[in-house]
């Protein structure tokens, strides 16, 4: 007598031998990709005669501030990655505005006073805290991935915002303005 066996057969839920290489290759392009944008700027930038000027505080010299900001670009693109492969497809016009406010940053110093400084990187500190809280619902990784950049903009906006208050007057001293003393006779 002959018996029939049921087996299940699952369908292909999508996981294969090359889905971990899949989803490293997505992160490197999500990290890549304010990298590439940053030099797309600085190339348009250069162009027109415009070089960014990056924060460098404590006298650290210019191009480790460079590096340290493009670090951070990379890791803002690496945390939105990893929550866009999560589901986290809400998230990308936080990312994408974080990302743009970042690259405008160094291109806009030159021309800011140090209170417009110190307000512009309050806002990208708020920016960048509203993001990482949106970040870390989908992937809690990603939100860790952006404490670097809170904690480097928070630095920035308080050294930005002390500044801003030393010379600014009702604060400062002002003495450029003042009248010289007419010799005695």
């Given at each position: 007598?002959?018996?029939?066996?049921?087996?299940?057969?699952?369908?292909?839920?999508?996981?294969?031998?090359?889905?971990?290489?899949?989803?490293?290759?997505?992160?490197?392009?999500?990290?890549?990709?304010?990298?590439?944008?940053?030099?797309?700027?600085?190339?348009?930038?250069?162009?027109?005669?415009?070089?960014?000027?990056?924060?460098?505080?404590?006298?650290?010299?210019?191009?480790l501030g460079a590096g340290i900001h493009l670090s951070l670009l990379f890791l803002i693109g690496l945390s939105a990655g990893l929550a866009w492969q999560r589901g986290g497809r809400t998230i990308i016009g936080w990312v994408a505005a974080l990302v743009v406010?970042?690259?405008?940053?160094?291109?806009?110093?030159?021309?800011?006073?140090?209170?417009?400084?110190?307000?512009?990187?309050?806002?990208?500190?708020?920016?960048?805290?509203?993001?990482?809280?949106?970040?870390?619902?989908?992937?809690?990784?990603?939100?860790?991935?952006?404490?670097?950049?809170?904690?480097?903009?928070?630095?920035?906006?308080?050294?930005?915002?002390?500044?801003?208050?030393?010379?600014?007057?009702?604060?400062?001293?002002?003495?450029?303005?003042?009248?010289?003393?007419?010799?005695?006779?």
């Amino acid at each position: 007598m002959a018996t029939i066996a049921v087996t299940p057969v699952s369908a292909s839920n999508g996981h294969s031998a090359f889905a971990g290489a899949r989803n490293l290759l997505g992160l490197a392009i999500a990290g890549g990709l304010p990298l590439g944008l940053f030099g797309l700027v600085n190339l348009a930038g250069e162009g027109f005669g415009i070089l960014p000027l990056f924060f460098s505080p404590y006298a650290i010299p210019g191009w480790l501030g460079a590096g340290i900001h493009l670090s951070l670009l990379f890791l803002i693109g690496l945390s939105a990655g990893l929550a866009w492969q999560r589901g986290g497809r809400t998230i990308i016009g936080w990312v994408a505005a974080l990302v743009v406010g970042m690259i405008a940053f160094p291109f806009l110093a030159p021309w800011l006073d140090s209170l417009q400084l110190a307000l512009y990187v309050v806002g990208l500190l708020l920016l960048c805290g509203a993001t990482a809280y949106r970040v870390s619902l989908h992937a809690p990784l990603a939100g860790l991935l952006m404490l670097p950049t809170l904690m480097w903009l928070g630095i920035g906006a308080a050294l930005g915002l002390t500044m801003a208050a030393a010379w600014t007057p009702p604060f400062a001293l002002m003495q450029g303005n003042q009248q010289p003393i007419p010799p005695s006779v």
